[in-house]
């Protein structure tokens, strides 16, 4: 039949199987890239400086590599692939959030340092693996993520140099002033930002509707215009639309909400059965006007909570 002339039932239906076969693809593409989601998010947080940035950096290079893949005629090798394409989506972030240091990653010394020169090593990659999340901030791009790369997720120089397209002698060079840099800064314990002494009231109230499953004066705390993002599952907007996603949380049993600090920002912790102090994962909440503007629950997204230092309000 000719399209031009297809009722709109037939759209409908041609339209209903167009967004079926995609949705298949869109999974098939996240279970193929699911081995490498965590390593991914240990270098994007540390890139952004924060668990919850990082994730949002790691959705938007899977959706950028996914709409890229379409276009090859031949499959990357994909776990440096991702590295680039990750590492070009935090940059873009850095510059939107205006926390680019001036040293471009184009411009990165290519001299290394004499190896005698260079921290040890071991001692190194224990340091980066301690670091504060913030921390990396204070490093040039180029450095925090020669940095990340080596002492954190273990790559060769040549992978590093691959994966961000620099000369060997760059990286080694970015690399020895990235851990200089990160060693000074954990010498200065002074610089670490003290954390707020209470949590503040408006998040301490939402915890205990939250845990009272007390939905309608939770809801009642909601923006007409708030949005949801259930990392890695599914978007919704408005008030009304929002508010299905608290009947997930009244039909599972058994789970606990903390308020405390994450990265230093004020999170809602979600603890599981059991008794660790340790959640499994987190809400972050983006309040305007005593109102919830934005709710980021990852929950399916649990590999988050396993590098947080998380700490639970008084």
């Known amino acids: 039949m000719d399209s031009s002339n297809a009722s ?10 167009l967004i079926g076969l995609l949705e298949r693809a869109r999974q098939e593409f996240l279970a193929l890239v699911q081995p490498v989601r965590p390593d991914l998010h240990r270098y994007c947080a540390r890139m952004t400086g924060s668990l919850a940035d990082g994730e949002d950096v790691v959705q938007e290079t ?3 590599a996914c709409y890229e893949l379409s276009h090859m005629h031949q499959p990357p090798a994909l776990r440096p692939w991702l590295f680039r394409v990750a590492h070009n989506c935090a940059i873009d972030h850095l510059r939107r959030e205006s926390l680019r240091r001036t040293e471009p990653l184009e411009t990165a010394l290519d001299i290394a340092d004499a190896i005698e020169r260079e921290p040890d090593a071991v001692l190194a ?6 670091a504060a999340l913030a921390g990396f901030l204070a490093l040039a791009p ?3 993520a020669c940095v990340i790369l080596k002492d954190v997720l273990e790559h060769s120089l040549e992978e590093i140099a691959s994966e961000l397209a620099l000369t060997v002698p760059a990286v080694k060079a970015a690399l020895h002033r990235g851990r200089t840099a990160l060693q000074q ?3 200065d314990a002074s610089a670490q930002a003290s954390l707020p002494r209470e949590i503040s009231p408006a998040l301490r109230r939402y915890a205990v509707l939250f845990e009272a499953r007390d939905w309608d004066a939770v809801r009642s705390l909601l923006a007409e215009d708030v949005t949801l993002d259930l990392v890695s599952r599914r978007k919704a907007s408005g008030r009304q639309a929002v508010a299905s996603y608290f009947g997930n ?3 599972t049993p058994h789970w606990q909400v903390m308020p405390g600090w994450l990265d230093a920002h004020e999170v809602l912790g979600v603890k599981r059965a059991g008794d660790s102090a340790v959640p499994d994962y987190f809400i972050v909440l983006d309040w305007r006007d005593a109102q919830v503007a934005r709710i980021r629950d990852y929950r399916y997204v649990p590999y988050i909570a ?6 639970p309000a008084r």
């Open 8 to 17: 709109p039932e037939d759209e409908a239906q041609r339209g209903a199987a």
């Open 125 to 130: 990659r224990q340091q980066a693996v301690r």
């Open 142 to 144: 180029a450095q925090r």
């Open 62 to 64: 899977l959706a950028r």
């Open 185 to 187: 800064q954990a010498r």
């Open 306 to 311: 396993s590098e947080a230092q998380f700490v």
């Open 249 to 251: 949380y009244d039909r």
